[in-house]
């Protein structure tokens, strides 16, 4: 099999399996990209389902356990904006980024999660001002490639307004096009949150989420377009993928207000707690860790989780390891669809519900993600195309993990190491 030497893959945060299922004959890239190539129609995500896990986990072929990025942030209970993991750093395994430089590839990324500081050649990094005294362009360049972001702020700056949506997509698509066509990058990376975000506010099958399908559909063509001008589309193998689906919420769990009546942790009024803590939740919105310190009162601990409304499951820290999460945690506690967790540590009830005028508050939802990925109807999917693909072709279901291994292949690439999934050698030609 000869292998193509150029790989454009574009996350579409929170796509799932029903969005192609229900809305394909309404967008009529991905609809044609189907069509012409592979659609793996249901794929299983990894524990906890959250986007900066999985996009590790889609660039490195393992589950968080292995590549180390457990959840979207970091233990810092007594900050009310604990940091992001937006360092390559804090990544223990290698990545299709790094493996495809060391081949002399070029590569290219935008918005791509735990990117920051990488070696990436043309890198816009996933990362924003969390102090009261940074700005995000400041942090943007100490995080990325700092010439590279100052010509795309000057050429697109105009299109943005800080983080907010669809504004954001529209100018990060204009950088990656301009970036194909000018640059040729051997591996294009593209993050999308569009539809992650409306979904957050607005419900998982509002209009404003599937208005952002749309736009999105628009940005996957300007993409496909990019690499025509730039004379590499025959040559150019694309991938269309999501990172998780969501569910609907209406209710929240605070946990560690239930912890702080029982003394367990100190809360503070502006929702933190105090760093002597000897049990602490920290969420993933659709399951939550329970970490401990010093604790003796394991069982009690587990007999009060379970007494609360909206407790699916829990499972002990050697199943939550097994299933791939944090093997550090001591309990890891899901949610039933409907509900989710916050880190609150001072509310008035352990569960409380979620009121559309809540709506815009820090870690208010109407839809939200972290669950157990098999979960029903919580599919996420992924879709592949170009010289090397199958076309007209399906494949029923892959995990996760599968992707890496499929990407790496494309690229003729090796990983060094086992990894935790498998080429979908069904998408292949031959």
């Not at 009529?28 to 999985?54: A, D, Q």
């Not at 907010?164 to 698509?173: M, R």
């Not at 990656?176 to 409306?198: C, E, G």
């Not at 050697?318 to 999460?325: F, I, L, P, S």
Request: with cysteine.
């Amino acid at each position: 099999m000869s292998n193509n030497q150029h790989l454009v893959i574009i996350s579409l945060d929170s796509l799932g399996f029903r969005d192609i299922d229900e809305h394909q004959s309404e967008l009529p890239t991905l609809n044609k990209l189907v069509k012409g190539g592979t659609w793996v129609k249901k794929v299983t995500g990894i524990y906890p389902t959250l986007t900066y896990p999985s996009h590790t986990t889609i660039i490195t072929g393992q589950y968080p356990s292995v590549h180390g990025i457990v959840n979207n942030t970091k233990i810092q209970p007594e900050r009310r904006s604990p940091d992001w993991f937006w360092y390559q750093k804090d990544v223990k395994s290698p990545t299709l980024y790094d493996l495809a430089r060391q081949k002399n590839l070029k590569t290219a990324a935008f918005l791509w999660p735990v990117t920051a500081g990488s070696k990436i050649n043309y890198n816009l990094a996933e990362i924003f001002p969390n102090r009261i005294w940074t700005n995000q362009v400041l942090v943007s360049l100490k995080a990325s490639s700092p010439l590279f972001i100052l010509e795309m702020d000057k050429k697109y700056g105009k299109l943005r307004q800080g983080i907010k949506q669809p504004e954001l997509d529209d100018f990060i698509t204009a950088c990656a096009v301009d970036t194909i066509k000018n640059k040729r990058p051997n591996l294009t990376l593209l993050h999308l949150v569009d539809m992650d975000s409306m979904r957050h506010r607005y419900g998982v099958r509002s209009d404003d989420a599937i208005d952002a399908l749309h736009r999105l559909d628009h940005h996957v063509s300007q993409v496909v377009e990019a690499t025509k001008e730039a004379g590499t589309f025959e040559d150019t193998n694309f991938v269309i993928l999501g990172d998780h689906y969501q569910i609907n919420v209406d209710k929240m769990i605070h946990l560690n207000t239930m912890f702080a009546k029982r003394g367990w942790l100190v809360s503070k009024p502006d929702q933190t707690f105090k760093k002597n803590w000897q049990v602490m939740a920290k969420t993933c919105d659709g399951c939550t860790y329970i970490y401990t310190k010093n604790f003796g009162q394991l069982e009690r601990l587990r007999d009060l989780i379970s007494g609360v409304e909206g407790i699916e499951k829990i499972y002990s820290a050697q199943e939550a390891a097994k299933r791939g999460a944090d093997p550090k945690c001591t309990l890891m506690v899901e949610a039933k669809a409907g509900y989710y967790f916050t880190d609150e540590s001072d509310r008035a009830s352990v569960v409380e519900k979620v009121l559309p005028e809540m709506m815009g508050d820090a870690d208010r939802y109407q839809g939200v993600h972290g669950y157990d990925p098999n979960k029903s109807g919580y599919k996420t999917t992924v879709i592949f195309n170009g010289p090397m693909i199958k076309s007209n072709h399906t494949v029923e279901k892959a995990n996760l993990v599968d992707e890496a291994p499929t990407f790496a292949k494309l690229l003729g690439l090796k990983f060094p190491e086992p990894l935790a999934g498998q080429a979908i050698d069904d998408v292949f030609l031959n």
